[in-house]
Nanobody, 121 residues
Framework: QVQLLESGGGLVQAGGSLRLSCTAS????????MAWYRQAPGKQRELVAH???????RYADSVKGRFTISRDNTENTVYLQMNSLKPEDTGDYYC???????????????WGQGTQVTVSS
């Protein structure tokens, strides 16, 4: 079993910055991809940023040039640095981790509990 603990959300004015963190714990053998999703009220959850095991990254068009995803493999942590925040970035942000575990042997995706980001105009 893998547990994901998120932190870093909050209230910020437009143009400000926040850094989200997500740390995985448990009987982890390896972590492949890690990603951040967000969900605004009344909307579907959408992929914001993705980072591969080799540290290759992909971003939603709406956040390119403003957000940066990174990972620290020694800490099993993924970060999302969010700069130049806009009101439309408001929503609940969730990390997602593709992890392989031992005892039992399994590979599956896990979700964090979510952290709220509110950007005021």
């Amino acid at each position: 079993q893998v547990q994901l603990l998120e932190s870093g959300g909050g209230l910020v004015q437009a143009g400000g910055s926040l850094r989200l963190s997500c740390t995985a714990s448990g009987n982890i053998l390896a972590i492949n991809t890690m990603a951040w999703y967000r969900q605004a009220p009344g909307k579907q959850r959408e992929l914001v940023a993705h980072i591969s095991g080799g540290a290759g990254t992909r971003y939603a068009d709406s956040v390119k040039g403003r957000f940066t995803i990174s990972r620290d493999n020694t800490e099993n942590t993924v970060y999302l640095q969010m700069n130049s925040l806009k009101p439309e970035d408001t929503g609940d942000y969730y990390c997602n981790v593709d992890a392989t575990t031992r005892n039992p042997w399994s590979r599956q995706a896990y979700w964090g509990q979510g952290t709220q980001v509110t950007v005021s105009s």
